[in-house]
C-alpha cells in the first residue's frame, strides 16, 4: 500500500517554465489538496477537489492550476514558473468523514525557481 | 471563515518538563481537529484528532469548546519529540486548514 506518492521529489526551473506536480492516492480516497509549505506560513491550501471531476480553490490558488480525471490522480500545473513560486509543495488525501482518520500526506516536491 | 492560530513560533523544553503546544480556532460551527507532526524534512503525520481522544507517544489534546482550543499537551517531554507540530482545522466544507505551526526543541 503506496498511500500518496509524489513525484519528482526536487525540482530546479526557470523563471516563465511549466511543469506538473503529479499526485497519486491508491486509498480510494474523494478527497485529495495541495499545499505549499514556507518557513513562517505553515501549510497554505492551494487548490482541493472533493471527488473526479471537482475542483476548488484553496488559500493561494494564484499561478496554479489543478485537475481530478480520476480518483486516484490529482496533478498540479505551473504554467509559468515564479522565483515566489519556490517551496515545498505537499499533496494529501482523505476519505469521507467517518472513513478515514484525517487526512494523509505525500513526502512532498522541494521546487526551486530560478 | 476557519482559521487557526498557533501563538508561539518556537517553544524550547528540556527532556522530561512538560510541554503544551497552544491552538485557538474560529469555526462558526462544529469542527474536527488535529494535531500533525513533521519530523526534520519528511512528511506530515497525524499525530491525534479530537474525536478519538486518542494518547499517541504520550500526547494528548482536549477541545475546549467555551475557549475554542485544541491545546497539545505531555507531561514529561522526550529528545525524540523535538519537530514541527501543525493543529488543523476541517470545518464543514472538505477542505483542511493549518495553522502556521510551532517547533519544538526538546534539549537534553
Not at chain 1, 3 to 32: I, R, W
Not at chain 1, 53 to 76: A, C, H, K, M
Not at chain 2, 54 to 80: M, R, V, W
Request: charged share 20%.
Amino acid at each position: 500500500n503506496a498511500g500518496v506518492t509524489q513525484t519528482p521529489k526536487f525540482q530546479v526551473l526557470k523563471t516563465g517554465q511549466s511543469m506538473t506536480l503529479q499526485c497519486a492516492q491508491d486509498m480510494n480516497h474523494e478527497y485529495m489538496s495541495w499545499y505549499r509549505q514556507d518557513p513562517g506560513m505553515g501549510l497554505r491550501l492551494i487548490h482541493y477537489s472533493v471527488g473526479a471531476g471537482i475542483t476548488d480553490q484553496g488559500e493561494v490558488p494564484n499561478g496554479y492550476n489543478v485537475s481530478r480525471s480520476t480518483t486516484e490522480d490529482f496533478p498540479l500545473r505551473l504554467l509559468s514558473a515564479a522565483p515566489s513560486q519556490t517551496s515545498v509543495y505537499f499533496c494529501a488525501s482523505s476519505g469521507l468523514p467517518g472513513t478515514s482518520y484525517g487526512y494523509t500526506f505525500g513526502s512532498g516536491t522541494r521546487l526551486t525557481v530560478v | 471563515a476557519q482559521r487557526v492560530t498557533q501563538p508561539e513560533k518556537l517553544l524550547s523544553v528540556f527532556k522530561g518538563a512538560p510541554v503544551e503546544l497552544k491552538c485557538n480556532y474560529s469555526y462558526s460551527g462544529s469542527p474536527e481537529l488535529f494535531w500533525y507532526v513533521q519530523y526534520s524534512r519528511q512528511r506530515l503525520q497525524l499525530l491525534l484528532r479530537h474525536i478519538s481522544r486518542e494518547s499517541i507517544k504520550g500526547f494528548t489534546a482536549d477541545l475546549n469548546k467555551g475557549e475554542t482550543s485544541f491545546h497539545l499537551k505531555k507531561p514529561f517531554a522526550q529528545e525524540e519529540d523535538s519537530a514541527m507540530y501543525y493543529c488543523a482545522l476541517q470545518g464543514g466544507s472538505e477542505k483542511l486548514v493549518f495553522g502556521k505551526g510551532t517547533k519544538l526543541t526538546v534539549n537534553p
